[in-house]
């Protein structure tokens, strides 16, 4: 058996940068505020959720790769277009929300390291995202979001630098427990809606359409072997990329755990927040660090927010779509992804509060993952659409079990 790194890392590719963008910077905050104000309590809330969030993510890369088509084009297929109108308007917003916060984030961070004005930081990096995704091939564009994926390894590079008790966070994953009060449930169910989100879905299964339309043209045949083939090495890259998109969330609640939590600093908004109030406890470089992971994730999740609303929007609209395609040959498609990129910018010159659009962003992208991922469960199970590659017991069991996690928690989120 071969162990050649470079072949093994060849296989990685959509559930990596799909793991990763989940760690964006409204993210970053989440996880902060679950260790500024619990401590390393709540460490086990990102064990539980990775195996959900394998299942999950596991399906939409499957029916990608099986049907070739995106999950707004198999609903399209096989749903009433109400149901697929509200999906993808939902879907959009919380989109367009999410990248207005990722971008404000991004730009405090880089204006909290060299200073000057945080806006014109907000346009370039909308700038950049935007040319990146539009004019650059998607083999040239998937291994840059590859390399981005290692800004990630900051927040382990904060937790190496800070003093951390790892029995107390060995405790808060293995013993589970959680104080019985409103802000505690509202943060759990915020770690999950951050953790489980239905652009995470959407772009998955997108990436792995885009993967067999760039292959050669005897690897596109569906034939039985080389779709087996092929759906072995998803399982393998979505466990890689949701167990790291999981180990760094842990690095930042046990980094903020470990430094915010027993200065008495129990109260984070942002990101940047987060990183402003390491800087005199744990010193400029876990600080630097802290900034650097921002910066890197938000380039990684940016792009990855807009495609996924447009791989929904075109998909919905029968538009041709595509990052292998230029520019004027998917102009609908392109459109979209500037829109979304464009009105996250905007967002930031308006006076919207990006904590209260934050946390509607959240409420919607909630809201719309139940039924989203009860659609992809019948969708697995049907062999009408995925043939002999319907999913098996144990990924039907991870998926419902995740889709009755969301429910759950959307419940109590309705009901705070």
């Known amino acids: 058996m071969s162990a050649n790194p470079n072949r093994w890392l060849r296989k990685l590719g959509p559930g990596v940068i799909t793991g990763a963008a989940d760690d964006d910077p409204s993210g970053i905050a989440t996880y902060s505020q679950a260790g500024a104000q619990f401590g390393f309590a709540l460490g086990w809330t990102v064990v539980l959720t990775l195996p959900l969030m394998i299942g999950i993510q596991m399906i939409s890369a499957r029916i990608g790769r099986v ?203 942002t990101s940047a927040q987060a990183a402003e109030a390491l800087r005199p406890i744990a010193g400029p470089f876990a600080f630097a660090l802290f900034c650097l992971g921002i910066v890197g994730t938000g380039m990684l999740a940016v792009p990855v927010l807009a495609g996924s609303a447009a791989y929904a929007v075109a998909e919905t609209f029968r538009w041709k779509h595509g990052l292998d395609l230029k520019p004027h040959q998917a102009r609908g498609f392109y459109a979209i992804v500037a829109v979304a990129t464009a009105g996250g910018v905007i967002l930031n010159f308006v006076g919207i509060d990006p904590i209260r659009a934050l946390v509607w962003a959240a409420v919607i992208n909630g809201v719309a993952a139940v039924p989203i991922m009860a659609v992809m469960m019948f969708l697995a199970t049907d062999r009408r659409v995925l043939g002999k590659f319907t999913v098996r017991r144990w990924l039907k069991l991870a998926g419902w079990l995740a889709t009755a996690t969301m429910a759950a928690a959307v419940a109590a989120m309705l009901v705070l």
Not at 70 to 89: D, E, F, K, T
Not at 222 to 239: C, F, K, M, V
Request: glycine share 6%.
């Open 67 to 269: 049907t070739g088509h995106g999950l707004a084009s198999n609903i399209r297929r096989h749903y009433p277009a109400p149901v697929l109108y509200a999906v993808v308007a939902l879907l959009f917003v919380a989109n367009t929300i999410n990248v207005a916060a990722d971008i404000a984030a991004m730009a405090e961070s880089v204006h909290l390291v060299v200073g000057g004005p945080a806006q014109l930081y907000a346009v370039a990096f909308g700038a950049v995202c935007l040319s990146l995704e539009v004019f650059m091939s998607y083999r040239k564009y998937v291994r840059y979001l590859k390399w981005l994926t290692l800004a990630l390894f900051a927040y382990v590079g904060v937790v190496l630098s800070v003093d951390v008790r790892w029995g107390q966070v060995l405790a808060g994953i293995a013993l589970p427990r959680m104080e019985l009060s409103a802000s505690a449930l509202t943060l759990v169910v915020a770690i999950f809606g951050t953790t489980i989100s239905p652009y995470l879905f959407f772009w998955q299964a997108a990436q792995e359409v885009e993967e067999a339309a760039a292959a050669a043209a005897r690897a596109r045949r569906a034939n039985a072997a080389s779709t087996g083939r092929q759906l072995r090495r998803i399982e393998l890259d979505t466990i890689a990329g949701m167990s790291f998109s999981n180990l760094i969330a842990l690095a930042i609640i046990v980094s903020a755990a470990a430094t915010l939590h027993p200065a008495g600093i129990t109260h984070i908004e």
